[in-house]
């Protein structure tokens, strides 16, 4: 039996076909849940099962390699932050011990003979991959371009949703930076040290993140009303889609960038795949589309995404759907955030761009 979800769930199967008026159904759910929780459930997604069955065995072939192979690829190792992190390798949360959890990076292929890498570009290079998993490349790089088509067509969407054109944010799709990871989370200790988790609380910092779960459980989201987490368990054939500070800060909040973690209860492994989707880094600019309308708080002016709608910010009132979440932490300055540092990173000129480390989040 289906779980009842505690996040909306929407059929985004016409986003593939040329319907506008489908389009127009599945932008209406985006907006409603990207203003209540920015967090919901996608089915219909047009990811073959096989594909996603292939990438979940190969990801636990991988974390079953021995430790020397898997450090053999170190992402220390790496120019561009690709390949494994070791177990306990990463702190989400500020003042909690290390995250339970291992993990593999993977970005765009990209030769280190290719000019972007000659000239140093943030985050551009080679990927590292196991020369033990013949496999383990053709299934991930397939499952990119996948993955890459689903955000891609949600962009679209998201877009229809603010009532600008489908095709609005079309130069943040050109060449658009993504990094796929995959994860592995031990069980729980059951004497775990005070605040240790899978993963600690977190918002993700890009435009959208497209999770892949098994069927452990153990993702949370924060309520913002009152702060309590809600689980988002695995629900076969769906992913878990959730929006970044990019998005957040781009919509002057009217969307929302949610605080989530992982706590792995369930006793035995857990692996999941999350998709971090970003967009072109060297973009200056989008289309403004009212500038009479009142400047974004935390973003500077040629960054707004304004629509010509007279929507109004924030979540919709008397929705009865207990799915709103925070997107920021408590005490947290929001013109602070890495998400400050990409918008200001991405106003100068399209040939630089800073190599200040971006945060990594994970589900």
């Known amino acids: 039996m289906r779980p009842v979800p505690s996040l909306p769930l929407i059929d985004i199967g016409g986003l593939r076909h040329d319907d506008p008026a489908a389009h127009q159904k599945i932008a209406q759910q985006l907006r409603d849940a990207c203003q209540r929780c920015g967090f919901f459930y996608i089915h219909k997604h047009g990811i073959d099962a096989e594909l996603i069955a292939a990438v979940q065995q190969q990801a636990e072939r991988f974390f079953a390699l021995p430790s020397a192979a898997k450090l053999a690829l170190d992402k220390a190792l790496s120019g561009c932050n ?14 909690s011990p290390p995250d339970l959890k291992e993990g593999f990076y993977i970005g765009n292929e990209v030769a280190e003979d290719d000019p972007r890498v000659l000239a140093g570009k943030f985050n551009q290079g080679p990927n590292q991959w196991p020369a033990d998993l013949p496999e383990f490349r053709p299934v991930m790089e397939r499952y990119f371009r996948a ?3 689903v955000c891609e067509q949600l962009m679209g969407a998201l877009a229809l949703s603010l009532e600008l054109p489908g095709d609005h944010f079309d130069p943040l799709l050109e060449d658009a930076a993504a990094t796929l990871r ?4 031990p069980p729980q200790p059951p004497q775990s040290a005070p605040g240790e988790k ?11 993140t497209l999770l892949l779960q098994d069927d452990a459980g153990g993702l949370q989201v924060q309520a913002i009303d009152s702060g ?3 689980d988002a368990p695995p629900i076969e054939g769906t992913y878990v889609v959730n929006l970044g500070d990019l998005i957040s800060r781009w919509t002057n909040d009217r969307y929302r960038s949610n605080r989530h973690r992982v706590i792995n209860r369930s006793g035995r492994e857990r692996y999941s795949v999350p998709f971090f989707y970003t967009g072109n880094l060297d973009l200056t600019t989008l289309p403004r589309r009212d500038r009479g309308r009142a400047p974004a708080r ?14 109004a910010p924030g979540p919709a009132a008397g929705s009865g759907i207990r799915c709103r979440v925070a997107c920021a ?4 300055d929001p013109t602070r955030s890495t998400c400050r540092a990409m918008a200001t990173m991405t106003r100068r000129s399209p040939r630089s761009r800073s190599n200040a480390t971006s945060r990594t989040s994970v589900g």
């Open 182 to 185: 995959l994860l592995h989370y």
């Open 228 to 230: 309590e987490w809600i």
């Open 198 to 208: 899978g993963c600690g609380a977190h918002t993700d910092f890009g435009a959208l």
């Open 82 to 95: 690709r390949g494994y992190e070791p177990l306990r390798g990463q702190t989400l949360e500020a003042g």
């Open 147 to 149: 993955a890459n088509q």
């Open 298 to 311: 935390n973003v500077p002016e040629d960054l707004w995404l304004t629509s010509s709608s007279s929507m």
């Open 329 to 332: 932490a408590p005490g947290t």
